[in-house]
């Protein structure tokens, strides 16, 4: 196959090169101008689209198995697909059995296994469970097939319980022993318990009803910068700092306070963090005027914040971005009570086009920091840059063709996942993907899309596979 007269993403230059793409057995074999085809290959005019190398999302809840009336593999999947993802990683919590034993892995394979249209990885999970048996010994038999471990210094979830300092500790050097990053979900539990009762009980002493705002205050900017601070200390005290990956950072000062403290590190050997979409586009007040629409934790922050986390993001300070994607249904999104309403949003369909929109094409970003924050800098740190995160010959074919030329506008029902609440409702983008491509495949094609969403995917569930560690 031929992807024809593209304007190409290539690594390691500063603007789009119009090129064309051969593809043989699902990988890249050459990117040149004017590649002849052979009789009967089939060709992909892509005259006035551009090829960018397939997003990945290091960071989803597909939910399988054990809460699939919010989502499942082929529900995110086909979302991520559509937004031009070709990669996601399944984090190991909110599924039943959470992913902290070889046993529960393959309970969890078995059943969402054959269900994914793009290529998976998995974390493997280190819960407060866990850490009264042997959490070593877990982790050890699940590294060969997982791309690293997550645990929570606070969760609301009672499956997958936190862990405290000396926990995280023992989870780091462990994860440094078997060389898998350590995913942290950090917010300060002792601030963020005492406040949420303190605020929860609020409305009543003041006589008025509830409000966005307590839930917000119950978790401020400064609960991540103390478990930031204390997850590089204790990390840093087992000589695992290198290894240990901070989620979803909210706060711009808890990217900033996380490469100070790693400053001495030798480059490559520092931690590092992800931050999502909704912390670069929404701010408090927009929290307020959307509600549970755009709840997550941490919850976003004031104005001024989001555009310090751009440019931490453009200068590398932030490695790269992911959705965090957690949808809920209504029923479970709207309880009548905010503290409630399920706190998540969909996200894996509109991880790409947003960053695309709001960062590369307004300039935020320039092509080599969106090619690292968009595929490249994930692909290295989770084992994948073997096959994954770059237009490059020999890797797999993971492509997306975008129309640079469209608008479009973001519609919850239209994003394929089950979750249909989106706080990025009826914004719109620059750009817009037409075509996602996994190890050479069609997955998604908006042109069949015309009438249903669910037409313009193109692959079966199963076609997407699970990924190790170190593949090429
Ligand atoms: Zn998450």
Redesign the pocket.
């Known amino acids: 196959m031929i992807i024809r007269n593209a304007a190409c993403a290539l690594p390691g230059q500063t603007e789009l090169l119009r090129r064309d793409i051969k593809i043989t057995d699902g990988r890249i074999v050459s990117i040149a101008s004017g590649i002849d085809a052979a009789a009967g290959e089939e060709i992909i005019e892509a005259e006035g689209l551009e090829a960018w190398p397939g997003a990945i999302d290091p960071?989803v809840?597909f939910d399988e198995p054990g809460f699939t009336h919010r989502e499942d593999f082929l529900h995110g999947s086909m979302a991520a697909a559509r937004g031009g993802v070709t990669t996601v990683i399944d984090?190991p919590c909110t599924s039943l059995p959470p992913v902290t034993s070889a046993a529960n892995l393959k309970t969890k394979l078995a059943a969402m296994g054959t269900h994914s249209v793009v290529d998976f990885g998995l974390f493997g999970g280190v819960s407060g469970h866990t850490l009264d048996q042997s959490v070593e010994s877990g982790m050890a038999e699940l590294a060969p097939d997982v791309l690293g471990f997550k645990c929570y210094l606070i969760s609301g979830m009672e499956t997958f319980t936190a862990v405290d300092f000396f926990g995280l500790s023992r989870a780091a050097a462990a994860a440094a022993g078997l060389g898998r990053p350590l995913l942290l979900?950090a917010e300060d539990p002792s601030y963020i318990k005492s406040a949420t009762e303190w605020y929860k009980k609020l409305p009543e002493k003041l006589g008025r009803s509830e409000s966005w705002s307590d839930y917000v205050e119950s978790r401020p900017a400064g609960s991540e910068l103390t478990a930031v601070a204390g997850a590089a200390a204790y990390a840093g005290q087992v000589g695992a700092r290198r290894w240990l990956h901070i989620?979803?950072v909210g706060t711009a000062e808890a990217a900033e306070l996380l490469a100070f403290l790693c400053r001495s590190d030798q480059a490559g050997a520092a931690a590092t963090c992800e931050t999502c979409p909704q912390y670069l586009i929404f701010s408090s007040d927009d929290f307020y005027a959307k509600g549970a629409a755009l709840k997550t934790a941490p919850p976003v922050k004031p104005s001024g914040n989001a555009e310090q986390l751009w440019r931490l993001l453009a200068d590398g300070t932030i490695a790269f971005v992911a959705s965090?994607h957690?949808p809920a249904p209504v029923a479970e999104k709207n309880t009548g009570s905010l503290w409630k309403d399920y706190g998540?949003i969909p996200g894996s369909g509109t991880l790409f086009p947003l960053v695309y929109s709001e960062g590369w094409r307004k300039g935020r970003l320039d092509l080599p920091a969106f090619l690292r924050v968009t595929s490249g800098a994930a692909a290295r740190r989770y084992g994948l840059a073997g096959c994954k995160g770059e237009l490059e010959p020999g890797k797999h074919a993971d492509i997306v063709l975008v129309n640079p030329d469209i608008e479009h506008v973001v519609r919850g029902e239209e994003l394929l996942s089950k979750g249909t609440i989106t706080p990025f409702e009826g914004m719109k983008l620059a750009g817009k993907v037409v075509r996602t491509l996994v190890r050479g495949k069609t997955v998604w094609d908006a042109a069949n899309a015309v009438d249903r969403a669910e037409d313009g995917i193109l692959a079966a569930a199963g076609w997407g596979k699970q990924l190790r560690w170190g593949d090429k």
């Open positions: 960071h809840h984090m979900h989620v979803h965090d957690a998540g």
